[in-house]
């Protein structure tokens, strides 16, 4: 079945300092792809999201280039702020109905 | 900026007792959907929801869970007979359409927790 890898946390890094979060998928077909962070105490937000092969999604700094060679979805942000401090979800939507497949999350902390 | 909606924020029931989370989608969204995160674990899908009928349902919906759309604006997620291993963080989810250019926008969750 479908399934997303994403990296481990709690990833911890010093404002202004560049963020790698990296994600690969298996699935069958062509998958949209997706960004989701939740902040302390909040829901899921979708940050950003990609539908096809070559694909870029951005928002808010943040970007995710859909690599269907390497099957991955690494978000990345060139400098990262205090605010940005928060659980980030890889995801896959797939099938008829658009079931969304996410990843364990990655915990991030920005200290200042 | 519309946004899904869910009550309550935090439930806390006893085992074998009834639940019922509730979840107002987006008003122009047609597509409905349910997904639990257990504490330190994934996002796991449940069930979706079209036409007020089930359209696709995971492993983890089983004859204990029902939903419905009880009116044109409320949907809901019941657990007949809650267990222990059913606390979990509820998310409810919408989406304008179905297919891979659309994207669910969720809800802030409710926080079931069974004694």
């Known amino acids: 079945g479908d399934s997303v890898t994403q990296m481990e946390g709690p990833v911890t890094l010093s404002e202004e300092a560049f963020l790698t979060i990296n994600c690969t998928y298996t699935?069958?077909?062509?998958?949209?792809l997706f960004w989701y962070v939740q902040y302390p105490g909040e829901g899921l937000q979708l940050l950003l999201k990609?539908?096809?092969?070559?694909d870029k999604g951005s928002n808010k700094g943040f970007e995710a280039t859909y690599r269907k060679e390497t099957t991955s979805f690494h978000l990345e942000k060139g400098s990262v702020q205090v605010s940005d401090s928060a659980v980030y979800f890889c995801?896959?939507?797939?099938?008829?109905?658009?079931?969304?497949?996410f990843g364990t999350g990655t915990k991030l902390q920005v200290i200042p | 900026e519309p946004e899904v909606t869910q009550t309550p924020s935090h439930q806390v029931t006893q085992m074998g007792q009834e639940v019922i989370l509730r979840c107002v989608p987006i008003?122009?969204?047609?597509?409905f959907y349910w997904y639990r995160q257990i504490l330190g674990q994934k996002v796991e899908f449940l069930v979706s929801f079209y036409n007020n009928e089930i359209s696709e349902k995971s492993e983890i919906f089983d004859d204990q869970f029902s939903v419905e759309r009880p009116d044109g604006s409320n949907f809901t997620l019941k657990i007949r007979s809650t267990k222990l291993e059913d606390s979990a963080m509820y998310f409810c989810a919408s989406s304008v359409d179905q297919g891979p250019q659309e994207t669910q926008y969720f809800g802030p969750g409710t926080r079931l927790l069974v004694l």
């Open positions: 699935a069958t077909g062509y998958p949209s």
């Open positions: 995801a896959l939507g797939s099938g008829g109905y658009q079931k969304v497949t």
């Open positions: 990609a539908t096809k092969a070559d």
């Open positions: 008003s122009n969204h047609l597509y």
